[in-house]
């Protein structure tokens, strides 16, 4: 049975739908390819580059002179995405930086996650995120009024449950309980300990695609708007600040 053009086009529309990344090959070269974690680490970052270029100039095209567009990564983008995004000049890179939005509130953002199963590029002890965020928090004076905008949510916050995963496995793989995987709260203790201790007015976090939410600690709001990517929906929070702090919030999804 043959595979027409349109056939393959739409299977390869499907998969990037999903968050994934197609690439036509021959048996050959793929077989080649997974012999060599180096030329399979170098495609991946290939295709996911080209995928991000393709969002910047759709951002370029439809944001530009309209609103500013703050980007930070996840655990799981690997340097050359930090790269690229830190050139663009189209959007303000966010990444271990402190930026002013709306010329009154302050925001610290922070990519890096606590160690999962996945060992994904991006991730470290609490010891060294605890580094990363008091070398953040330094940067700013007005912590009554700062967004933290840390990629992890903070430890035992029912923003962070996931299931168990055991990491020894390869590929790690899910540890269940009478056929159903167990539920274990997976975020950051250095992200919850900065939360308690400068008490900052938002937390907007992610990385926890199963715990779409948000919690109260102490005063400060914090919000995980979850994420669908494998059912090709994007998911999305948005919060309205004005002088008096957070007047609300509201989930979206598309």
Known sequence: MSTTEAEVQDVERRIGLLGFYPYLTTLEEWNQIKKDLKSYDSLYERLALDRIRNWVAMAKEKLTNVV???VTGGNDDPPAIMDFLKSQVSIIDAEDQSVTLGGRWPMVSLGFSNFTPWKTPRECSEEELTVKIEGLTSKISDHENTIFNFHVPPHKSTIDVAPAVDGT???????LRNGMPILTSVGSTAVRSAIEKFQPLLGLHGHIHESKGSIKIGRTLCVNPGSEYSEGVLKGV???LDEKGVRSFQFTSG
């Open 169 to 175: 496995a390869d590929p790690p793989k899910y540890i």
């Open 68 to 70: 500013p567009l703050y």
């Open 238 to 240: 948005m919060v309205n």
